[in-house]
């Protein structure tokens, strides 16, 4: 995981103040190269999760990374993946719950629909007859970090039921519309290979009911540790998970299939850092208080997850090692961004850096309390190069009339 030096954490916050994400190219690259690599050996493209960082100077890195393309899920996100560069054929469109004028819009832009619903399939179909489309379903097996991420169980909103699979044949059948992909998910953020193999057998077996599908695709954010002390996923396990049931459903099927794999925040969260100032130490109940100038506007995950992320202090690198607690500067109780965390004792005006922010965190940022977005710089080539400046207090009311 990325750790800027002292020294690259005080020129930055020297020139752009805080609090500021900071990204490491180079990290984003190594993570892109593994996943290619480990999948190199099989039919497989990768599609970046866009939802999980957005930031057009991340993406322009990951495209030139060879990851193939982009995992949409908004008609937004679709129209800022052609600007991009990217095709068409490179982009897949995972939505829930669309509008009539979604459908349509993503539809006339020629981008392939990974539809989860009969609903959404079937006005698809109607829009867009004698075109092609894939199948979301519910592989009826999930895992991720927290229970808010699990995707692929059968009580989740997410992909058709299995009883739902006929209707859906004869819906494309009445409108000559082709089934040429089978997907699934079963989370965000899992570490073992078993739950992702199932899903893996599922789609194998339903595939067998159709003539026409090109590919399988994979769906599910692979693991990222949080700790600096944890070691990576084995890949290895993952492409073993794949490579085992395909090797049977292209040997019973005289198939050559093309995989996809969608590996969530993976190839960015561990490239990406955000920078806060320690403005406040305050003591109460024998509880140690680190206050920050950010919060839960920037980085949401503690509070809405209980998720872990390690918090360093890199003003300082020698001194008493103390338990704290750091929260953050919105007006709310669940603004904390841990529990207690060991560190080099904290002094107001110091740097802290919590670690691993590089997915859903600037991408999930708001404006509640009126606090402003973040900015967010690149480090590239040993450059640092300003990817978004921080908002005006102008800019955040500029909606309003």
Request: with cysteine; net charge positive; charged share 25%.
């Amino acid at each position: 995981m990325f750790i800027p030096t002292k020294k690259q954490a005080e020129e930055i916050v020297k020139k752009y103040g805080t609090p500021v994400f900071v990204t490491d190219a180079e990290t984003i690259n190594n993570q892109a190269k593994k996943l290619l690599d480990a999948f190199k050996d099989l039919n497989a493209k990768v599609f970046y999760a866009i939802k999980a960082n957005y930031n057009p100077h991340i993406v322009n890195i990951i495209k030139k990374s060879g990851i193939y393309g982009i995992d949409a899920v908004s008609p937004n996100e679709v129209q800022f993946a052609l600007g991009l560069g990217y095709l068409p054929e490179q982009i897949i469109f995972t939505p829930n719950s669309l509008s009539d004028e979604e459908i349509k819009t993503v539809g006339n832009l020629g981008i392939l629909q990974n539809l989860g619903s009969i609903s959404e399939l079937r006005r698809y179909c109607k829009f867009f007859p004698g075109s092609k489309v894939s199948l979301r379903i519910c592989p009826e097996t999930g895992a991720g970090e927290f229970h808010q991420v699990v995707t692929g169980a059968l009580h989740s909103k997410f992909g058709l039921d299995k009883n739902d699979l006929e209707e859906a044949r004869a819906i494309c059948k009445k409108y000559k519309v082709k089934i040429v992909g089978i997907h699934s998910h079963i989370g965000s953020g899992f570490y073992q290979a078993r739950e992702f193999k199932e899903s893996v057998i599922e789609v194998c077996r339903i595939a067998k009911k159709f003539n026409d599908l090109e590919f399988f695709d994979f769906g599910g954010g692979f693991g990222v540790y949080y700790r600096p002390e944890e070691k990576p996923i084995n890949l290895k396990e993952f492409v073993l998970a794949v490579k085992e049931p395909l090797d049977e459903f292209n040997k019973k099927n005289k198939k050559n299939i093309e995989i996809r794999i969608e590996p969530g925040k993976f190839l960015v969260s561990e490239s990406t850092v955000l920078l806060a100032r320690v403005t406040t130490i305050k003591e109460k109940n024998k509880k140690v208080f680190v206050g920050l100038d950010t919060g839960f506007n920037h980085l949401i995950r503690p509070a809405m997850y209980g998720a872990y992320h390690h918090i360093v202090n890199l003003s300082r690198n020698k001194g008493e090692v103390k338990l704290v607690q750091v929260v953050g500067n919105i007006c709310e109780t669940c603004d904390v961004f841990n529990k207690g965390i060991k560190m080099i004792n904290p002094k107001e005006g110091d740097i802290l850096a919590i670690l691993v922010a590089g997915g859903y965190g600037a991408s999930m940022s708001s404006n509640y309390n009126m606090r402003a977005l973040a900015c967010e710089v690149l480090i590239k080539d040993k450059k640092i190069i300003l990817t978004k400046r921080i908002q005006t207090y102008k800019e955040i009311i500029s909606l309003y009339l």
